[in-house]
């Protein structure tokens, strides 16, 4: 099976701050890797698909890279409805597999 | 625009096997393109992807779950559920349902429900 990891698993920001999350898989998985969004008491949102495609409806402000076993989710300036928990994960194989999280906080 | 809704008993007891339905809306199950999913969210804690339905019936589950769980759809009425078996507390969590895009895209969850917390408890 395939392990991601992300760091930080938490970090505190700023309105305006750029944040960047990293997310490491244990091997490589190409491009397939999504990045979704978490608000408390709410399902994931999907943000970015093959890692750094954006779905439709999402802020200009969020973008994704890397390929292999290293990408990255940058938002350029985090706004207050941005403060949630992202995570990554990887589509390449199955079982498919998340990451455990980043917690974004002021 | 495509809407997915949990439903299912909120407890459980131990031993006991959890029975799940999802029901699809604005779109067929029985379109191509789709793996009809289910992932599970232990509380305060990451998410787990537990199996798919796709292909007019054929599945695929989490090896680490695969003794215990049985998906399957009902296309009459656009639903798929899940089962799982021989429940112990740590199957406590909120379970979700989703689609992903598959079939020469690439693969995404694109919809998910809700969510519907089930507690396993005497």
């Known amino acids: 099976d395939i392990q991601m990891t992300q760091s930080p698993s938490s970090l505190a920001a700023s309105v305006g701050d750029r944040v960047t999350i990293t997310c490491r898989a244990s091997?490589?998985?190409?491009?397939?890797l999504n990045w979704y969004q978490q608000k408390p008491g709410t399902a994931p949102r999907l943000l970015i698909y093959?890692?750094?495609s954006l779905q439709s409806g999402v802020p200009l402000r969020f973008s994704g890279s890397g390929s292999g076993t290293e990408f990255t989710l940058t938002i350029s300036s985090l706004q207050p409805e941005d403060f949630a928990t992202y995570f990554c994960?990887?589509?390449?194989?199955?079982?498919?597999?998340f990451g455990p999280g980043t917690k974004v906080e002021i | 625009q495509v809407q997915l809704q949990e439903s299912g008993p909120g407890l459980v007891k131990p031993s006991q096997t959890l029975s799940l339905t999802c029901t699809v809306s604005g779109g067929s199950i029985s379109s191509g393109g789709y793996y009809w999913t289910w992932i599970r969210q232990h509380p305060g804690k990451g998410l787990e992807w537990i199996g798919y339905i796709f292909n007019n019936g054929a599945t695929y589950y989490n090896p680490s779950l695969t003794s215990r769980v049985t998906i399957s759809e009902d296309t009459s009425k656009n639903q798929f559920s899940l089962k799982l078996t021989s429940l112990i507390a740590a199957d406590t969590a909120v379970y979700y349902c989703?689609?992903?895009?598959?079939?020469?895209?690439?693969?995404?969850?694109?919809?998910w429900g809700q969510g519907t917390l089930v507690t396993v408890s005497s």
């Open positions: 989703a689609r992903e895009v598959n079939y020469g895209e690439p693969r995404r969850f694109d919809y």
């Open positions: 994960q990887q589509s390449y194989t199955t079982p498919r597999s």
């Open positions: 093959a890692a750094s």
């Open positions: 091997q490589s998985i190409s491009s397939a």
